[in-house]
Each structure stands twice: as structure tokens, then as C-alpha cells.
């Protein structure tokens, strides 16, 4: 009986190990051949509905391959400390995920260039931190310049949106269906502030947020479980095609709802005739977004830190081909595709905020060059994020702004004789 | 379903050659295997346990491969916990 029990757990341990070293070399070959699934970089958070998770690290895939790490605070970037070294000039940015960058390795970001230029031309340690969370709309990025950014006492604020960030702003328009628990800021008696969702948002389970950290770093080390993850939001993204539409929609669609392509929300943000949009629910975007400027705007001053608002360009703005931006717009009756950048420098203007339009620049660049911003090869520069010549543009002329009319650099540069 | 074969030609796009020979030998050993099946060869206990859960477990990673990077993304959807 007790040799048969032995014999047993040997044949047992055997197969396990057997089974151990199959996935031992499924795991080898997959790194072998270079495959790499997307990370788990977030972490849900009561205040502003996500986060990027402190300390994690992994790869991004879905546009160009590049390994991300987050540091100890949650930013993409590298450590901080939050003390203002002496001497130093402090930018803090803040923005979506055109700021957070993860498509390109960090010493080739907007950031990175802007810091480096500015220390050279001033010959004075500047630091760029880099808030940027992908997906992030006005009011998470309002709510992270308000509790996160000024315990490093920058000296600079630039938000960085681009028009698209208008659309976030109301919860029924919000692209891309339900948000879960983004944050909204509605009027209420004629004031900004959180809508009652936001405000009865649970805080997130912390045995829970233990867990998905522990399950999320083990994934992120291994291309196996990343595998089994990434084939897991597969099958609920088939499930989600074959699935027929939902009959009783709890959100009334817009005239014509939002395409999919984010990157042409222009005939939705824009009129043929007016700059103004006339849907009320776009009405309401663009308020929102004003008065949360006005708040950030406001905020910065008590911080006694200059504010900046530097509009993004969209892809088509700078699109290489001038024939294809032409029969855009003539397919969507936009006469320009500077409507809106022109109506938030309007309002900066008129708010006495510091403003950079850089799709202007941006596709004068890309005319004369004849050369792709947005996009990498894995997406045939098929739209998409900046890539690394359009970071690189876009901060030598963030650069050049602000050392031509950023009082703060100017003091900086002033006291380097 | 025509669409399952998509996570293969997505495993890595850089590197077809290594792809191949890795399926290369995958089709061999299935090949011997299906040779072999008939002859006499007797298996220990632990052998035939191993080769019928590494036979499971490599249809699992196949399944999950062509699963994998299936349907379309949302664009919008960035914080997926």
C-alpha cells in the first residue's frame, strides 16, 4: 500500500514538473521571439477613477514598443524629489496621455527635450515632471494640479490638451460609453463641482488594490501571464462584437454620435458656420472646460506659479499630405481645422493665460517635410500618438516659447551673470 | 471566428523565421508522436501523465494565442484593471 502511495506522488511530482518545464519554455519562447503584451500600468483610485500604479513597470505595445516604468510617486518619469532643489526651475506638466507619453522612450519626450533645451539655453538645472495620465480629461487632471502637483513647488504649470479633451468633460457625451468612475464636474447652483457620482464614488477595496497590484506585477514579468490576460480582454472584446446592441440606451446619442476615430471629432466640436457648437451637450464641454481652466488657472496663481495652455495638435492638422487634409475637410464642411485651437486661445487671451497653439507650427513642419508626427512603423504612422520627431518638435517649440516669454525663466536667466 | 488566426500572425511580426522554426518543430514532434502511437513502445505512468497534460496545456496556449489581440480595441477605454 505504501510503495503504491509513493509510486503515486512521484508519477504526480513527475507530471508537474514535466508540466512546469513546458511552460518554462513557452515562456522562454515567447520572449525569445520578442512578443510582448501590454502592460497593467493603472490602479483605480477614489478621487480621480484611475491612476497610474506607483512602482509598476511593463511594456507598451499598442502603438509602438517601448518598456514603461512608473516611479515611486505614479508618474512617468523618473524619481523626483519633492523638494525644489536650489536654484532649479520646476515645469510641472500635466495633461492626457499626449503628455504621459509612454509610446516613446523617456529621453525622447516633449518633456525631456523641453528640459534639456532650457537648461542649455539658460545654463540653469531646469526639471520637467511629466503628470500626464493617459485618458485623463479636464477634471482629473484639475483634481491632480490641485492634490498632487504642488508638493514638488513647481514653478510652471503647463496643461497640455488637445481639442478632444472638450468631449470629456460631460458624462453623457463621454467617447467611448460608460466611464465608470471618472470624475465629472457639473454646475450646481451656477458653481462648478463634483457631480453626486463622483462624490458617492466608493473608495476602492484595499485588500483588492493589494491583490491587483501583487496579480498585476507578476503578469507584467511574465509574457505567459500577460498572454493569458491579454487573450482574456480578447475574448471580451468578441463578446462585445458579437453581442447585439443594448435596446434601452441610457445615454441619448448626439445628433450624430462621436466616430470611433477620436482623431476626427472635428464635424462634433466645429460647425460649418460658427465656431460655437450648437449641440447643448457640447455647449456644456466647452463651459466646463473653460471654467475648469479658470479654476487651474486660479489655483496656480495662489501657488504663485505661472499657468500655460499649450493645444496639442490633432492628427489631421498635421497631416504630410496636404490633398488628404483637403478632401477631410471638405468631407466634413469644415473650412478650417483651427476653429477650436483658435477659441481656447481666445479664452486664454482673454483670461490672461499664457498660450501656445502648436498645430500651426506643428503642420508648417510637416508640410515643408513632408514628414509624419503621429504614428510608428507597427501602425504604418497611421495616426496615433506623437512620435519621436513630433516629440522632439513639439518641445525645441515649447522651448522657445517659454524662454522668449516665461517670466519665471526670465528671472532664472537674469541672475546667470 | 475567421478572424482567430489573427493572434498568430501577431506574435511577432519581426521575427517571422523564429516563428516558423519554433512551428516547424512543434509539427515534427506532433509527427513522430502520431508515427509512433501504434508501436509498442510502453510508457511509464509519469510519462504518459506528462505527455497528456503538456498535450493539454500547449492546446490552452494555442487557444489563448488566437484569442489573444482578438477584436477590436476601444480606443477610448484606457484604464482596463
Known sequence: MRVIRVRLIRDIAYTVGMVFILLAAFETGLRLAGVHYQASLYIAEKQRGFALRPNSEGWETEENDNYVHINSDGLNDREHTRARPPGTLRIAVVGSSEAEARQIPRDQTFEAILERELSKA?????????????GYGLAQEYLTLKNHVWQYDPQIVLVAMSVFTVLKNVRSIYPGGDPGNVPFFTYQ???????????QAAEPDPKRLRYKQISSDLMNRSELLSLINEARLGLQRRIAEVRPPQPAETIAPLSKAPPSDYMQVWPYLETKDSQAPVDPRLQEAWRVAEDLLRMMHADASAHHAEFWLLTLDMVMQVEPNPQTRADFQQRNHLPTLLASDHRLDAFAQAEGIHSLLLAPPLSQYALDHKASLHGFP??????????????????KLIASRLFQESPSLRALYSTRE | MTHLGQGFSQISPDRPILVG????????????FRRHQNANTEFPRWGQWSLDSCTAVSLVVVVLLMLASGGARNPFLYAIF
Open chain 1, 122 to 134: 539658460t545654463g540653469k538645472p531646469v526639471e520637467v515632471l511629466n503628470f500626464g495620465v493617459p
Open chain 1, 189 to 199: 447652483g451656477g458653481n462648478l463641482a463634483l457631480d453626486e457620482q463622483s462624490r
Open chain 1, 378 to 395: 507597427k501602425n504604418n504612422f497611421q495616426g496615433g500618438h506623437w512620435n519621436e520627431l513630433g516629440h522632439e518638435i513639439a518641445g
Open chain 2, 21 to 32: 522554426v519554433a512551428g516547424y518543430f512543434l509539427m515534427e514532434a506532433a509527427d513522430y
